[in-house]
């Protein structure tokens, strides 16, 4: 059975303002604590990930997911989402500039590949991906997100 984002998803924030990528990871990662997935370190390791690895979280046209590996500071599986009011960069050139970034907390390798199996089925959706770039709340993004997984 596909996971289902809409029920997965702890967090929701639209139309959010980012000064910079790391602003904007700071954002997912806020919606993973508030949802108690993570604690703040977790953020801190994203952000390191990034500046250790590059922009590799940029994973199609206007998206990251923003991640880093287990840690302790994984309290559970989670996931944050955060549409961008003004797109950012992220030093990316095929995908940038980002306007979703997707928080990703797993406790383990199958989770990760899980989330990762259910996204690849949303992003892969044209329509799905028009209709979640101009959601403007979270009951929106959770509608959208639902009747994909009702399709699957």
């Keep these: 059975m596909a996971l289902n984002l809409a029920e997965a998803l702890s967090s929701i924030e639209t139309r959010a303002e980012a000064a910079d990528w790391r602003a904007a990871i700071r954002l997912a990662g806020a919606g993973l604590v508030a949802g108690g997935a993570t604690t703040d370190a977790y953020t801190d390791e994203m952000i390191d990930a990034v500046e ?82 101009v959601a403007d709340t979270a009951d929106e993004v959770r509608a959208v997100l639902g009747d994909l997984a009702a399709a699957a």
């Design 52 to 133: 250790k690895h590059g922009p590799y979280i940029v994973i199609a046209p206007g998206v990251a997911l923003a991640h880093s590996r287990p840690s302790p500071a994984v309290l559970t599986g989670g996931l944050s989402w955060v549409s961008l009011a003004t797109p950012v960069e992220f030093g990316n050139k095929a995908n940038d500039p980002v306007t979703l970034v997707i928080g990703l907390a797993a406790k383990d390798h199958d989770a990760h590949l899980q989330v990762m199996r259910a996204l690849a089925g949303v992003l892969s959706d044209t329509a799905a991906m028009k209709r979640l770039t």
